[in-house]
């Protein structure tokens, strides 16, 4: 058992390029989202999902896409990359029902130059 | 604009002191107030406040909410150096599954 991954664990990417941050889970639960945490500014939720085909948004958004064609996976794209996107991000998961006690995966830290 | 605010934001302690660390809140219906606990990498689950619930204990560690004053406090009595952490709190809106962080409380305990 897993618990919740996320690739890559560290990234630099160039202002205007574009990737995708992984996360996948394998406790089958049915809510997962995205934060990212800056210096100060404590945990933003980007967007989260309550199940497969479904999604919402968060408290910061922009500039963020996210799809959830499974339970398990749940990947965060960037389109095009800005130096205020610098920051660690979060994935978590947790059952709907329980939603509270969420397991964060370990972050991946990304730099944007 | 909901808002969680805690409170100090960094506390320096000797092993064996009791700490109290404060989270106020202007949100104006929610579901549930957590507790986190963050070392190097990812938050930990401590606690679950709901709207209904005021006190609980595990251990050292013990959360009480104030529904009435908009608060909730995170009591760790006898510290220990593995208290070291920076501890969040989080509400939970009541009608959607977002949830709100405060910036943390940095703790560190001395040996």
């Not at chain 1, 998961?93 to 964060?104: D, I, V």
């Amino acid at each position: 058992n897993a618990g919740v991954t996320q690739t890559p664990k560290f990234q630099v990417l160039k202002t205007g390029q574009s990737m995708t941050l992984q996360c996948a889970q394998d406790m089958n639960h049915e809510y997962m989202s995205w934060y990212r945490q800056d210096p100060g500014m404590g945990l933003r939720l980007i967007h989260y999902s309550v199940g497969a085909g479904i999604t919402d948004q968060g408290e910061v958004p922009n500039g963020y896409n996210v799809s959830r064609s499974t339970t398990e996976d749940f990947p965060l794209r960037l389109l095009s990359a800005a130096p205020s996107q610098t920051s660690v991000y979060f994935c978590a998961s947790s059952y709907l029902g329980r939603a509270e006690t969420q397991y964060f995966g370990p972050g991946t830290r990304l730099l944007v130059l | 604009e909901d808002k969680v605010v805690q409170s100090p934001l960094s506390l320096v302690v000797h092993e064996g002191d009791t700490v109290t660390l404060n989270c106020s809140y202007e949100v104006t219906n929610f579901r549930s107030l957590l507790w986190y606990k963050q070392e190097k990498k990812a938050p930990t689950f401590l606690f679950m406040l709901t709207s209904s619930g005021i006190e609980k204990k595990s251990g050292r560690l013990s959360s009480i909410l104030d529904k009435k004053e908009l608060f909730s406090i995170l009591n760790i009595t006898a510290t220990q150096t593995g208290d070291s952490a920076v501890y969040l709190c989080a509400l939970g809106d009541s009608g959607t599954y977002k949830y709100i962080f405060g910036t943390g409380t940095r703790l560190k305990v001395l040996a």
